[in-house]
């Protein structure tokens, strides 16, 4: 029988690990985690915060400029981190990149839900609302995508899944949560069938985008980044982008600044993904079965993972 979380024992997560596993990624050191890349799973390091986020945003210009109106393309892309939205527009604006003529497209990966529903642009946490603000509105308007190239997870789902196959989403960024999550594909509660083991990798991997609760430890976080610390502005539930839409994604490429999760957790998920070492209690390493992942770091933003008080 596994153990209990330390944390939300009615749920699944990392701290229901084996003690060994822990103890052996707690000892890696930066030099270690940059040794971990493996034909299908790069790990590259950034030196400085600049070129940390304009590689970021990078992405989005590379992945726009290989649409065309008869193979359009485009990149799913978090609000956390949001750093490199404002150069996407810039880099945008720079290049005179007519997204429209491209036929390029966008997808947000996740919104939170409310009383069943997506929250809508008024919502001060809004996702969508975030991406407009921070990015798209910021694109001169002759070079714009029109909206019906921006996707995001509201309303039928099932309209927003099927997007995926009208055209090539040629990387899906990411970052890393607390939880071990990419987008809201938390770990899953402790009930019914996996009562006593979490669900099997080939089973979490069959989910596609839904509405799911979301891990305590998902919910405090996020009071924490986004509402300063006021739990009340944070939803319990979101839509999320799922396993089966990020397998049909070329690439996922995520982004750890060391701004969202710890020391500990940036090692766990990079040397779990690294050693083929899949478990739906830590969704992140669930890459491991992904053909093509790229897990980007700023160097100086890892930091020891050792016992230092404050």
């Known amino acids: ?35 971990l890349s493996r034909p299908g799973f790069k790990v590259v390091m950034y030196d400085t915060i600049q070129d940390f986020y304009l590689a970021e945003a990078l992405e ?35 290049l005179d990149l007519n997204l429209g003529k491209l036929g390029a497209h966008f997808w947000g990966m996740d919104e939170w839900v409310q009383d069943g529903q997506a929250v809508g642009m008024d919502h001060p946490l809004s996702f969508a609302k975030c991406d407009l603000e921070m990015c798209f509105n910021r694109i001169r308007p002759e070079l714009r995508m029109p909206m019906k190239n921006l996707h995001f997870p509201g309303g039928d789902l099932s309209l927003y899944s099927a997007t995926y196959d009208q055209a090539r989403c040629l990387v899906m960024q990411g970052g890393q949560g607390d939880v071990k999550h990419w987008a809201f594909n938390d770990p899953l509660p402790r009930r019914g069938a996996y009562a006593e083991v979490p669900p099997t990798p080939e089973e979490y991997r069959r989910l596609g985008t839904r509405i799911v ?5 998902t919910v405090m976080q996020n009071a924490r980044t986004s509402g300063g610390g006021n739990i ?27 701004c969202h999760d710890n020391a500990f957790g940036m090692r766990l998920t990079t040397f779990m993904i690294s050693k083929r070492l899949p478990d739906a209690a830590v969704p992140m ?7 093509n992942v790229q897990f980007n770091f700023f160097r100086p933003g890892i930091g020891p993972c050792a016992v230092e008080m404050h």
């Open 213 to 217: 609760d979301l891990h305590p430890m």
């Open 1 to 35: 029988m596994r153990k209990l979380s330390v944390v939300a024992p009615d749920w699944w997560d990392y701290t229901t690990l084996d003690d060994e596993l822990v103890r052996d990624v707690a000892q890696l050191t930066v030099e270690d985690l940059a040794q």
């Open 285 to 291: 390493s669930l890459l491991a079965d992904h053909p």
């Open 60 to 94: 989005y210009i590379e992945a726009w400029k290989r649409s065309t109106p008869d193979n359009p393309c485009g990149i799913c892309g978090p609000i956390g981190p949001t750093e490199q939205l404002p150069l996407v527009a810039r880099l945008v604006n720079a």
């Open 232 to 258: 009340a502005l944070v939803p319990t539930q979101a839509a999320t982008v799922g396993p089966v839409e990020t397998w049909k994604s070329e690439k996922v490429s995520i982004w750890q600044a060391g």
